[in-house]
């Protein structure tokens, strides 16, 4: 019998039946695969919400650009109607006297005591490449076609006529401004050399529109 049972089993076997123990195997298999696929849709899901948290993202970041760029129009216009002189300009900068000489040497020919546009135009040139923004001279605003010339002891600046002294104010850095104008050597030097009394003072400076200072 033990001999017939052992055939039999072997039997069954060999024609593909399976034994508990193969089917528990097979059993616990199926549910770990189960488990398994659960886990991955689980984490799909996952993989949708984050890959939908980076497409917001790259929209924002796009609209965030683009206003960026938008912004930066805005402020290069800004700058160009500042530097031609469309709108009211504010802020910090340098204010540059210039006066005639309070003594003349008997003797001495006046001229040689006076302020001139020559001593105005190295002000002004050395402010601009200084990076000034804004200049005026006696609240008179300068444009790029601005105009100066000397009569006597008179300068005229754009058909306008303005006595001594003369106030050159500029808008931009004076930590700038400031030591450009007072290098050894320089413009200041230049001008005691030739007999003007020059001051120079950081303040705060205002200036308005050209045509709005041409109307008045």
Request: net charge negative.
């Amino acid at each position: 019998m033990i001999s017939f049972s052992y055939q039999f089993t072997k039997k069954e076997t060999a024609e593909g039946r399976i034994t508990d123990r193969q089917w528990n195997k097979e059993n616990e298999v199926r549910e770990l695969l189960v488990q398994q696929q659960e886990r991955n849709k689980i984490l799909q899901a996952e993989l949708f919400e984050k890959q939908e948290e980076v497409r917001k993202t790259e929209e924002e970041l796009a609209i965030h650009e683009q206003e960026q760029i938008y912004f930066n129009l805005v402020e290069d216009v800004e700058k160009y109607r500042m530097y031609i002189g469309d709108i009211k300009v504010k802020g910090q900068g340098v204010k540059v006297t210039l006066e005639d000489a309070s003594y003349v040497p008997s003797g001495e020919d006046v001229n040689n005591y006076l302020v001139h546009e020559s001593h105005l135009f190295k002000v002004i040139n050395e402010l601009y490449i200084s990076g000034a923004q804004a200049v005026s001279i006696n609240g008179k605003r300068l444009s790029h076609n601005s105009y100066i010339y000397c009569n006597g002891p008179v300068v005229t600046v754009d058909g306008n006529q303005y006595p001594a002294p003369f106030i050159i104010s500029a808008i931009g850095d004076p930590e700038v401004l400031n030591p450009a104008l007072n290098i050894n050597g320089g413009v200041k030097d230049q001008l005691v050399q030739d007999n003007i009394v020059v001051t120079i003072e950081n303040t705060e400076i205002t200036m308005d529109p050209l045509l709005q200072a041409d109307e008045q």
